[in-house]
């Protein structure tokens, strides 16, 4: 029995001095701890990307719990109204005994 071995092919591996977010030659480089060259060009796009991004989810999680506020609200407001009005309609049976 052999074991299952895979060569990797030079198409999966990027040229020297590429950023691995870009694909493109670095001129500014930032280094990895393993190794893996990135354009300090391209990490700041990538950050302030996904900091838009964050921003825009929770001004939309933001929006969509105030949504379930307001219904919450008037589920409230529709059960005091309804024990309310079953309250007024039993007073008004009694009411009419009394007399």
């Known amino acids: 029995m052999g074991s299952v071995h895979q060569r990797v092919g030079t198409d999966s591996q990027l040229p020297f001095g590429y ?5 493109t030659p670095v001129d500014d480089a930032v280094v990895s701890p393993s190794g893996t060259l990135y354009s300090r060009e391209a990490i700041l ?3 302030l990307q ?3 991004e964050l921003k825009r ?5 933001e929006e969509q ?9 008037r589920e409230l407001q529709q ?4 024990s309310v009005s079953a309250f007024v309609e ?3 049976g009694v009411s009419k005994v009394v007399k």
């Open 79 to 82: 059960q005091q109204q309804e």
């Open 45 to 47: 796009e990538y950050l």
């Open 65 to 73: 719990e105030r949504g379930k506020a307001r219904q919450e609200e």
């Open 19 to 23: 950023c691995a977010l870009s694909l």
């Open 57 to 61: 989810a929770t001004q939309e999680y």
């Open 50 to 52: 996904k900091s838009r």
């Open 90 to 92: 039993t007073q008004d």
